[in-house]
């Protein structure tokens, strides 16, 4: 249980990330921006913390180097750019209904990678949440005037965070979290740099101090802590399992809005909200007889 709670702080945390989002776009910073700040801020000030408490957590196996290369470039590379990049030619909603296809993705992925089990009760938590996610997003009130480009992108952000979800088990299980955080950052930051300087983005351009702060705040808080809870959740829970827990996160970023910028939540969206939760609990649930295959003639234990 200790793994499912993990991931549920992690999603829970993630999604205070829109606060920040929504202040530092108003105060003129770009979603690169502000995503590629974040980390450039995370960088040095976990890997100062890390070398003063234990300089061992910065150490890695040279054989290990090639992934913590292929988290950086999925994750800031890949993943990340192409979702803010659907976001300019798709309405928010769809581009974010499109991210959040990476359960799916990752439950394919650990099946092929991992031989986890496609039991009734994980397709049914999948079903659920993917159902929510719809209702919570609000996808069925958006223009649905997709052009070919903002599909491919949106999917593809979905599946790069969840091959990025994938590559994450088996090294999750062998590293402490802040130094997977740390290489993690080493090689994808420059990355997300690039990214954002041939988008035609500038960095350092006249901060304020209340930008400062709140670029401290979200590199440490939802940036930091967040990743250290989903690296231990998933080092504990099937992959599969952690992509549909961590789901949580819109429906923390809806609430937050209805409270804090009187955002509407209508029935709808209420209802996806249940439905999320529903299958979060679906799937985390325990018991002393394992779920059963699908396609298995026993009938799905309640």
């Not at 890949?78 to 209904?97: G, H, M, N, R, S």
């Not at 702060?213 to 399992?241: D, N, Q, R, W």
């Not at 709808?268 to 609990?281: D, H, R, S």
């Amino acid at each position: 249980m200790a793994g499912y709670i993990y991931i549920f702080l992690a999603g829970s945390i993630w999604g205070t990330t829109g606060i920040f989002v929504r202040e530092l776009a108003a105060r003129g910073l770009t979603a690169t921006e502000i995503t590629l700040m974040r980390g450039t801020m995370l960088l040095p000030a976990v890997a100062a913390g890390a070398r003063l408490v234990n300089r061992r957590l910065l150490q890695v196996d040279r054989r290990d180097v090639p992934r913590f290369l292929l988290l950086g470039l999925m994750s800031f590379g890949l993943a990340q750019p192409l979702f803010l990049y659907t976001l300019t030619v798709t309405d928010v909603a769809i581009a974010v209904l499109l991210n959040y296809t990476a359960p799916v993705f990752v439950t394919i992925l650990s099946r092929i990678l991992f031989s986890e089990r496609l039991t009734r009760r994980k397709m049914a938590a999948l079903g659920l949440v993917m159902v929510g996610l719809c209702m919570v997003t609000g996808v069925y009130r958006a223009s649905m005037a997709v052009s070919y480009t903002g599909l491919l992108t949106g999917l593809l952000s979905g599946f790069f965070y969840a091959a990025y979800t994938v590559a994450l088990k088996p090294v999750s299980a062998r590293y402490h979290p802040v130094t997977l955080l740390v290489w993690k950052a080493v090689f994808g930051t420059p990355v997300l740099g690039i990214v954002h300087v041939l988008m035609g983005g500038s960095m350092f351009s006249g901060y304020t101090p209340a930008v400062w702060a709140l670029l401290i705040v979200a590199a440490l808080f939802p940036g930091t802590l967040a990743f250290i809870c989903f690296a231990k959740g998933v080092a504990l829970v099937e992959t599969s399992k952690a992509a549909i827990v961590a789901t949580v996160e819109p429906v923390v970023a809806s609430i937050l809005a209805f409270f804090l910028y009187a955002e509407t939540l209508d029935l709808g969206q209420l209802v996806g909200m249940c439905m999320v939760l529903a299958g979060i609990i679906v799937v985390s649930r325990t018991s002393e007889t394992p779920d059963r295959r699908v396609g298995s003639p026993e009938p799905l234990e309640v």
